[in-house]
């Protein structure tokens, strides 16, 4: 419903203070307030129809929502007003170039879209010359909420005009997030419609006005008096810095008025729009996104698709020498801004693309993207998923195909973000941007035992440098190549030239604990307790000819009682194993020592952090000389064993990288250089006596001299018992 009224209108010469608006408007007063109408032909008063109606929503709870509810950000308005007026300039030239417009208003005027201000008015306004509204147009439109003349537009079978961007009609009312009173002039741009111009004015109350106006230009004006919260809009610098950030890429002109003066400032374009670019371009735009003025991309990826969705977008692999930090920050910001018909909706895309590859740069904009209300938060989560499934999988195989181009400019890649895609694999295992986690191991390269030192290959490679026969693909994790290589845990390996997967990353042993394998090949660690090392597939080597010792059964099950006796609830099995060629023993358990070295260290500082509970598995090398001979003193020596025991179960322990305070073996080894020393002066531990007097020290040849040589000696009066009782071993 409405209501018509006569109001008297004085002239703009008895009007009051000078608003900032378009030239060919002057205040008026209407109704006693200040408000923008057309000055009259002549001074002098004359009849003026303003309509009032209520809103086809009805209440102001729904306009409180709409103002407090679906924007978090003050500024989306600009937004949401820069759309509107692109879309308005867009059907403009869709119907001029169709011919379903044939005679236009203010034809010789361009299409563009300007942005002014007044900070002493409070004022901000935004002007376009596009399409406009007739009377009919304006109170359909701007008094229903969610009525959107571009989803109209559309669905009336104008399928052709693609570039629409705004389709819920709701991002007008975003102007009462920070605007007490609302005034938009508008004028058709179809002259058949009729030449006259309307004022629609509200307050968010639950009510409009209607009026009409003269002199009013083609296309919409948009008028807002600022809230007193929200004065910062009224600043030239905070609405250039706004305007700047959603509308960078509008496919028409934006301008700011600085004294007076229209300033374009979306001067960059929207490349990932274009079919193709050149190399220049793509420079420019990459240091454009990246907001430097130095450095080119590494790699260059254009996508374009209609399928599953439509989808342009550009992307850039910043150079590997500047990627950032290898520790992710607590929120990584997304590289890749997030576009809807070249306005932007989300700065950074995240709910698009995952914090893995935050480091990229580049630009989506998808057409079939539908937005709430709010274009920051998405309303489909479906769709958003099938957006974010196909941009990940095509930049993950962008990156597959140019490591088969370049191999080595593939490897300065990985090295600078492999950190990055191996935490894509973990992602992927909390179901995060899931089934990506096969497209990322073809992108992982490592170092290899059998290969020379940097020399990465894959995980495909390595499988086809394997043995015949073999299924499992060997790894180990460890600080850096000399230790792996050394390590007791890669003997065998070595021994049997096999190829180990060498993996120096922290982050590697949650990576392969991630994922259960290769294609059919298992990932086996060379540390790990697992029995099917698959040793079987091939002979070593023979390092010499000589017997070796073996240990009898009876001494193998007399050793094991004697060291688990020994070590107690340190280790829950001793077994004795091939795997080991030059190391007397080895220690495994149900996780690796790299992952248990790497689980203390983030546990530091608890006080019981679990990881002395889970027991370990001694491995012992039944050929090895240290070995046979601990089995020959058992019963001889047991001391001495029992020091050899904790010696060589912590000797293990050192290797495998898992001791946790080494001072505990300082006792220890006084003790055993206490026995190696008395061992050089004939004591015998078993009987705790020396088996001889230790020689006297020969004199040296001196000179005769005249008194002869004292041969009583002070040790004389200990030699004959053969026991040195002014020296006890183990009395230091």
Known sequence: MHRAVRVPVRCAGRAGRVLPCHPRLRPLRQLGQPGLVAAAAQPGWRSFSTETHEFKAETKKLLDIVA?????????????????????????????GTQQIKDVNDAEVPLEVTLSVSESDRKFVIEDSGIGMTHDELVEHLGTIAKSGSLDFLQRGESDASKIIGQFGVGFYSTFVVADKVEVYTKTADKEKGEQGYLWTSDGSGSFTVSEVDDVPRGTRIELTLKDDATEFAKLATVKKSAQKFSSFIDFPINVKEDGDPKPINKQEALWMKSSATEEQHLEFFRFLSGNSYGKPYYTLMYQ??????????????????APSRVFTKDPEIGISLHSRRVMVKKHA???????LHWMKGVVDCEDMPMNISRENMQDTRLMEKLSMAVVRRILRFLQQEAKKDSEKYNKFFKGYSYFLKAGIIEDKEGNFSRHKDDILKLLRFECSNKPKGELVSLEEYMS??????????????????TALSSPYMEQFVQRQRNVLLMYEDIDEFVVNAIEGFKDSKLVSVDSADKNFELDLDKPEEDDKEDKRELTQQEKDEMQKFIRDVLKEKVQEVKFSERLVNSPALVT???????????????????????????MTLELSPKHHIVTTLATILA??????????????????IAAGTLDDPRVLMSRLNKVLEMFVYQGAGFDYAKNEYRHEIPKAEAKEEAPSESPKDTSGSSGSSGSSGKFEEIKPGSS
Not at 68 to 87: C, G, H, M, P, Q
Not at 350 to 356: A, N, Q
Request: proline share 7%.
């Open 68 to 96: 407090k509810s679906l924007y978090t950000d003050k500024e989306v308005f600009i937004r949401e007003l820069i759309s509107n007026a692109s879309d308005a300039c867009e059907k403009l030239r869709f119907l001029q």
């Open 305 to 322: 698709t209609d399928a599953p969705l439509s989808i342009k977008s550009c992307f850039y692999v910043p150079d590997p020498d500047n």
């Open 350 to 356: 995240d709910g698009v693309i995952p914090k893995w």
């Open 465 to 482: 440098m394997a043995k015949e026969g073999q299924q499992n693909i060997y790894y180990f994790c460890c600080p850096d190549r000399q």
């Open 589 to 615: 358990s149900v996780i690796t020592p790299h992952m248990r070295k790497m689980m203390k260290s983030l546990m530091a500082g608890k006080e019981n952090d679990g990881l002395g509970n889970i027991p």
């Open 636 to 653: 001889s020596n047991e001391p001495v064993a029992r020091i050899a025991v904790e010696q060589l179960y912590d000797n293990a322990c």
